[in-house]
């Protein structure tokens, strides 16, 4: 078992020790606190998308949005959330699978495109979660403040985006020392800021030279770049909130997961948060019939194609374990 996989395991209500606080090597992006520039940037990466995403509506109803337009902002919208889906998280944080080394740096690379963190990072903090998972320590449980309707909408605030701000980080050294040792994925993680340039400058030069023409390359940048980076802040964000406190629980998990159906297509299968919580290695989380994961196939496609192995594939005698009621067929 790999130190990562021990971090998971380990029992939630576990406190950190102090030798935990220690400064992080320099290699890795990040340290251990926000730093005041670094909240305002965050800030900025925040609110900018998503004012686009708010002018999104009354601009395609008044003047609608081109073909080329809407497919660079779902082209790069599955992108980037497979590479979260199925690299930052099943992947990196969980091990759901084994994966070549071009997979593995592709898959790094993917997540990246989604803006939403240098890799050892997200990695870390998602660790973290899964240890202390809605109990103290919990970086974005919904339930921070208590059960009560004005405690939960407080709490709702801070698993969605509050805790971004937090200036107490996780440490890196600590939950994800298998990403700081390896050179390729810690240089990944280093270059984040690279990656987030070519993220938002990718649509607007693919609309600029499609249709050569300065217009073509700003309503680009608008739908495939702000709008489609807000887009998919937001739904994964609401994996943290509103898959922990609403939603059906069909398993056994120590915290509140949920499965929210309609959230499924957009969030590339993440929203089938219940099983996940019950079960964090599986490489499925959508198992009962009907549940799309598109993440779980193209994991298939990787592993059919040689790319990745040792999936760790959801068996039935293990989903009928951690099923509260009795066992139904699993897809």
Partial sequence: MTRSQDVLETNASTPLKASEDSPL??????????????????????????????????????????????????GMYYVGCH???????????????????????????????????????????????????DAEGDP?????YGESVPALLKGLWWAHMGWMFDEEQTPQHKYAPDLIKDPAIRAVSRQFVLWTVVSLALPPLVGGLVTMSWQGALTAFFWGSLVRVALLHHVTWSINSICHAAGKRPFQSRDKSGNVWWLAVLSCGESWHNLHHADPTCARHGVERG??????????????????????WPKRDRIDARRKEQPADAA
């Fill in 140 to 144: 974005h449980s919904p339930w921070r």
């Fill in 83 to 133: 590479g979260i889906t199925i690299g930052f998280h099943r992947y990196f944080t969980h091990g759901s699978f084994k994966a070549k080394r071009p997979l593995r740096i592709a898959l790094a690379v993917m997540g990246s495109l989604a803006v939403e963190g240098p890799l050892v990072r997200w990695v870390a903090d998602h660790r973290k979660h899964h240890k202390f998972s």
């Fill in 291 to 312: 549940q799309l994961d598109s993440s779980a196939r193209i994991i298939r496609w990787f592993e059919k194609a040689g790319w990745a192995y040792d999936v760790r």
């Fill in 25 to 74: 090597p320099s290699a890795t992006l990040g340290g251990e606190q926000r730093r005041s520039l670094e909240q305002i940037t965050l800030l900025l990466f925040i609110t900018v998308p998503f004012l686009a995403l708010v002018a999104a509506v009354p601009l395609a109803w008044g003047w609608g949005v081109s073909w080329l337009d809407l497919g660079l902002l779902v």
